[in-house]
Structures are given as C-alpha cells and as structure tokens.
C-alpha cells in the first residue's frame, strides 16, 4: 500500500471529524476546514490507488 493512500485516510478522517465538531458547534469555519480536509485526503488516497496500479501492473 502506497504511503498516499494512508496520508489521504488520515486526512478524510481528520477531516470527517472537524466537519463533525464544526456542525454541532455551529463553527462554519471548522466544518469548511473538515470538508478541504477530506477532499485533499481523497485526492491522496486516489494518487495513492493509482501508483499501486502502476506498480502492480510492472510487476507482472
């Protein structure tokens, strides 16, 4: 598993999370911070899946 993939998990739980306090707080600003998060953190794990491709694809 490429490192990508596990930095954009982070990122899309770490985002899920502030997007979470920031609604039931009612702080818009966290809850835009939470979704940037987890859309950088999808957008890792996306590059992520694409070089595991990659490698997998020039092992065989």
Do not use: F, P
């Amino acid at each position: 598993m490429d490192k990508d993939r596990i930095k954009g998990s982070a990122k899309e739980v770490k985002g899920a999370v502030k997007e979470a306090v920031g609604k039931a707080t009612g702080d818009a600003r966290l809850r835009k911070e939470g979704k940037a998060d987890k859309v950088e953190g999808k957008v890792d794990n996306a590059i992520g899946r694409a070089k595991d491709a990659v490698r997998d694809a020039l092992k065989q």
